[in-house]
């Protein structure tokens, strides 16, 4: 019997966590911009908080790149769905911000 492997039985738990985590960052800082324009306040507390969200923001889009970029499972899964190992990095972008 042969069994067909499905892109949700390959699917990498640790992706998955660093994918939500990435999500969290990005939906926080985007809140909390917005909060500051619509409240205009202006200062330099405000534009520390925002620097501070970004750079959280940032290190967990890193921290999932380079997963994406090390991962066996997570290599197979873009190839299985049709992506090159050199566009990846667009694939972690397109579940990020979708």
């Known amino acids: 019997m042969s069994k067909q492997l499905s892109v949700e ?3 990498c738990s ?6 939500e985590e990435a999500q969290s960052a990005l939906e926080v800082w985007n809140e909390h911009r917005g909060e500051i324009c619509r409240s205009l306040v ?3 507390e405000a534009g520390d908080e925002l620097l501070r969200l970004q750079a959280k923001f940032a290190r967990a889009y ?3 790149r380079n997963h994406a970029h090390g991962c066996l499972r997570c290599q197979l899964v873009s190839r299985i769905a049709g ?4 566009n990846n990095s667009d694939t972690v972008g397109r579940d990020l911000y979708s």
């Open 14 to 19: 640790e992706y998955q966590r660093l994918l």
């Open 9 to 11: 039985t390959i699917v």
């Open 83 to 86: 992506c090159s190992s050199e």
């Open 42 to 44: 202006v200062g330099k």
């Open 62 to 64: 890193t921290v999932l």
